[in-house]
């Protein structure tokens, strides 16, 4: 059966929106689209119609700024001053009666600013273009689709009127699989989204995801709802369907009982947005005084309400003390607080805070706990359930406590489903793994570090040694987690002493509370809980001076290394030293975090990737604490590393059962290191079987047989990153050595370079459904920079074998790093023309830089003689894009050329200019900062 086209499959979605009530809009360009917006726009607002002044004032005020911009405008009202002189509002969407919105559907538009682009499938609201359809035919790679969707973001979107960049979502479908996306640049594809049902199973299929998903009433909610404006970031984010799930069950719960409820949803799924959506839509219904959100930590505290005003600028404002909290549920406006459980228990029951609060207690509240553990299970929940009679309480948890985990109180085992009734929607590690949007982990259990005094100094070196194979070094960070403060202290002089006399030391921090003792016991270690450390400097209880000191200490080292002013004296400059620890692991400037129990639950970095573990941990602590290291970025986090230097192995096991099942222990844990090993090998024979020589890929006969390399050669590169984590990583372990997949690399990265510059015009190519994957092989500390340090160390060598060694080192990085491939003949011009006579007066940096730049000159000149271009034309061309990183539109090239050329010869001319100013940029601009 011959695989349904692009076409086929562009006609049978057409058609099947249109019988989903969308009504179809002939338009083929810009000024079709303008055309018809301003017919729609006056529809949609009581039947205006413009004048064409009126009309250009709104399309001047449509015509500002960029995506994140244009989505609140999107969502505002436009004071449009007509003719006559009245003023009219102007509904861009209708976000309360989101159904009561024009819909359309148009296929096929062409838009041209840089290139010449035609889009597949747009559905227009109200006119606007608010959702893009990308189609691939069955078999093509989904990822293809999304890439494309990346060149149309940089190539013609902000064409014209720039109205797709109003596009709030994109979908990408080959027919037999389907995501969505919210429209951000530079977005990787792990955040394009599988959609499901209410269960958790997948909706794939096309037509079922039209039939779900682009429902008239259900992509307009998406999109007034459910697409969230992050202020923080700029960007658009868009939930994901466990997430909506959640926030309709708490939403309809409020709505239509007073019963209360939890959420289980995996650690790492995104909860805090899930509980602002759910909470902003509740603090607006009319029979609800307030929602209040309760964390059970003050850094929690600080990092929700972030969150919150990152969701909505200004949503909420922290209780900084008691006191504050009091005022704010005095204050009728405030309706969304966010407070810790402490200072939620403290304002009412103290007799000072009890009286200025007392007559809320009959008033309708909405509690909503985040990760409902230790904290709930005593008084504290009592006291709250007593003094808000009225009040309906939702908890969120990734970890719930099922009798097996429970603590046992007054002889009754305190369960999350004993305080908060039953799960309204569940979404487990399982679940979010399959769906990749948290990551397995890869589990080594270190037996031959013998346990005894001296073991922190084996566990030292071995961290040391490992930590940037484990990390990838500068790409990931890590933490250590240890299971006393004494143990930790002696850790941080450990590492200290290890590396003092380091030249390229790791930077190590770490942060502990004071208190003598932390609050812990027995009981709750065993039931897996994870003991709090007090952030508060500022307690009355019993403090360990030799602790003080050693924090004190430690603080000293780190304003030392990042410049600043933190101590332990007070409270406010703890916590700030708290919150710069958190900021700088999520930066990657510290490379190693030594942690007791801070940071093991609640802190979210996609960025950290290692956690050392020289602690006992169990049930809901253990999947917390892994559970750091499994947030989703690109290709090259594959998977959560866990270094466990105790013997955790019954306890993981026992943890993935309770959260999950018995059986998903082969989905959530990395398969062990020499089944890797096999797996690669076997792909080696296939890939000999193909391309038994490297040479022999020149070979190949057709784009079929290229294909099928890529696709082989391209599955070892995804077994290779995840063999070189394992500690035991060996390349001899492997049946293609080094040197040997090297050099296949670069013959992959051939067949990149020669498919980048077809011609987009030219006849379709089957490689154009493959994706390369480069971020596997981008290795951002292989730079211009550090090939430099290599040419010093080539220009020093006096040794013959060295020197040769060094040289081909070098030869062979720049065909194998993506990112110097446009660069290799320059740096091999000057390591063959310069390198041994760097002039007396000169460093070897100084000498590379004059060439460079006069290489670069040389370049420019050809180029603008050869394209008869006007050099201050290139010249603002190229500063604009050392600037804003974007490449010039069509017009920009015409404009520059020094003659006028007729109407047929422009395309060929602007292909042709865009390809060599593309060059010139790779060659001398790209990946030179800081080097000329």
């Known amino acids: 059966m011959v695989p349904q086209s692009e076409y086929a499959l562009e006609d049978s979605l057409i058609g099947q929106l249109m019988e989903q009530e969308f009504s179809p809009a002939k338009i083929t360009n810009e000024q079709d689209m303008l055309t018809n917006l301003s017919k729609q726009l006056g529809k949609h607002n009581g039947g205006i119609t413009f004048s064409d002044e009126e009309f250009k004032r709104v399309l001047s005020h449509l015509n500002t700024g960029g995506t994140f911009e244009r989505a609140k405008i999107l969502r505002d009202r436009y004071a449009l001053k007509r003719d006559n002189g009245d003023t009219t509002y102007i509904e861009f969407f209708n976000c309360d009666d989101w159904c009561r919105n024009e819909m359309q559907v148009c296929h096929q538009v062409t838009i041209e600013g840089k290139r010449k682009n035609r889009y597949d499938v747009t559905l227009l609201f109200n006119g606007l273009p608010l959702v893009q359809i990308e189609l691939k035919r069955r078999g093509a790679e989904l990822k293809v ?26 979908i990408i479908s080959s027919g037999v699989n389907t995501r969505y996306f919210a429209n951000n640049r530079g977005l990787s594809y792990q955040f394009a989204f599988t959609w499901t ?13 039209v039939a779900r998903f682009l429902k008239p009433c259900h992509i307009t909610k998406m999109i007034s709802h459910y697409t969230v404006l992050n202020e923080t970031q700029q960007c658009l984010m868009i939930m ?111 007799d000072r805070h009890l009286t200025k609060i007392s007559h809320l207690q009959d008033e309708k509240f909405v509690i909503i706990f985040d990760e409902c553990h230790r904290s709930q299970f005593g008084d504290t929940h009592k006291n709250i359930k007593k003094f808000f009679g009225n009040a309906q309480m939702f908890g969120f948890t990734g970890t719930p406590i099922f009798k097996d985990n429970a603590l ?36 080594e259990y270190m037996s031959n570090i013998p346990n005894h005094p001296k073991s922190i100094e084996k566990i ?27 143990a930790l202290i002696e850790y941080y002089r450990m590492f200290k002493e290890k590396q003092k006399d380091s030249r390229n030391p790791l930077k190590i921090a770490t942060i502990f509370s004071y208190a003598a003792n932390p609050d ?34 430690c603080i000293a080292d780190y304003n030392q290394m990042f410049g600043t002013s933190y101590n332990a004296n007070d409270s406010q400059s703890f916590y700030a030293y708290y919150n710069n620890i958190a900021d700088r692991v999520k930066k990657r400037e510290i490379h190693i975090l030594l942690v007791v129990s801070m940071f093991l639950t609640g802190f979210d970095s996609k960025y950290l990737n290692t956690l050392y573990v020289d602690k006992n941990l169990r049930f809901h602590g253990l999947l917390q604490a892994f559970s750091r290291t499994n947030r989703t970025i690109d290709e090259r986090k594959s998977h959560g590393n866990i270094v466990c230097f105790r013997d955790l192995k019954e306890a993981t ?64 590169l995804r077994i290779k990153n995840i063999l070189s984590t394992f500690v035991d990583y060996a390349p001899d372990d492997l049946d293609l050595d080094e040197q040997t997949y090297e050099d296949y690399k670069s013959k992959y990265l051939d067949l990149y370079e020669r498919h980048k510059k077809r011609d987009d015009d030219g006849e379709p190519s089957i490689i154009d459904d493959v994706d390369f994957e480069l971020t596997l092989i981008r290795r951002d500390e292989i730079n211009v920079a550090y090939i430099l340090m290599l040419l010093t160390l080539l220009a020093q060598t006096t040794d013959a074998e060295e020197f040769t060694r060094l040289k081909r080192e070098i030869t062979n990085l720049l065909a194998s790093e993506i990112q110097l491939r446009g660069k290799r003949q320059l740096i091999t011009d000057f390591m063959d023309k310069h390198l041994l006579d760097i002039p007396a007066d000169s460093t070897l940096e100084q000498t590379f830089e004059r060439f460079i730049n006069e290489e670069k000159d040389k370049a420019f000149t050809v180029l603008c003689a050869e394209e008869d271009l006007k050099p201050e034309s290139v010249a603002a061309i190229l500063e604009h894009y050392m600037f804003s990183g974007r490449f010039p539109r069509q017009e920009e090239i015409i404009q520059s050329l020094a003659k006028k050329i007729g109407i047929l010869q422009r395309k060929s001319i602007y292909q042709r200019v865009d390809a060599k100013l593309r060059d010139f940029i790779d060659t001398f601009i790209d990946g030179m900062g800081g080097v000329v």
């Not at 269960?199 to 096309?206: H, I, P, Q, Y």
């Open 408 to 443: 046992t109180r007054n002889g009754l085992q305190q369960t999350t489903r004993m305080l908060f009734d039953e799960c309204l929607h569940k979404y487990v590690i399982v679940d979010a793994i399959r769906y990749g949007n948290v990551l397995p982990f890869s589990v």
């Open 520 to 553: 812990v016991v027995v009981e709750e270690a065993e039931k897996g809980f994870i003991e709090d450390e007090i952030i508060d400097t500022d307690f009355t209880g019993k403090i360990s001076k030799t602790h003080r000191d050693s924090l004190d200490a």
């Open 145 to 170: 689709a999304f890439n494309q969707i990346n060149r149309y973001q940089h190539d013609s979107y902000d064409a014209g009127y720039g109205l797709f960049q109003y596009v709030q979502l994109f």
């Open 460 to 486: 030292t070196e071995y961290i040391l040694k490992h930590h940037r194979l484990k990390t990838k070094f500068p790409n990931f960070t890590g933490m250590l987690c240890v299971d006393s403060i004494d």
């Open 197 to 209: 049902d209410e269960e958790n199973k997948r909706v794939s299929d096309l037509h079922e995801f």
């Open 653 to 716: 096991d026992e943890a993935i059962t309770l959260f999950s099942n018995k059986d998903a222990k082969d989905l959530i844990i990395l398969k062990p290191y020499e089944e890797y090993v096999k797996d690669f090998n076997e792909a080696v024979q296939k890939l000999f079987e193909l391309t038994p020589t490297v040479q022999s890929v020149d070979d190949l006969s057709d784009e079929n047989a290229e294909k099928d390399f890529i696709e082989k050669f391209r599955y070892l």
């Open 240 to 350: 994901r369907p466990y997430q909506v799930y959640a926030s309709e069950a708490i939403i309809n719960r409020v709505k239509t009982t007073n019963l209360n409820g939890y959420i289980w949803h995996t650690t790492g799924s995104g909860k805090t947005l899930t509980s602002f959506k759910a909470s902003q839509v509740i603090m607006h219904m009319p029979k609800v005084h307030k929602v209040l959100f309760v964390v059970d930590r003050k850094d929690l505290d600080h990092q929700t309400a972030q969150e919150f005003n990152s969701f909505s600028k200004g949503s909420v404002d922290t209780t900084t003390n008691t006191k504050t909290l009091v005022k704010q549920l005095n204050d009728p406006s405030n309706k969304l607080i966010v407070t810790t459980i402490q200072k939620l228990n403290t304002a009412i029951t103290k």
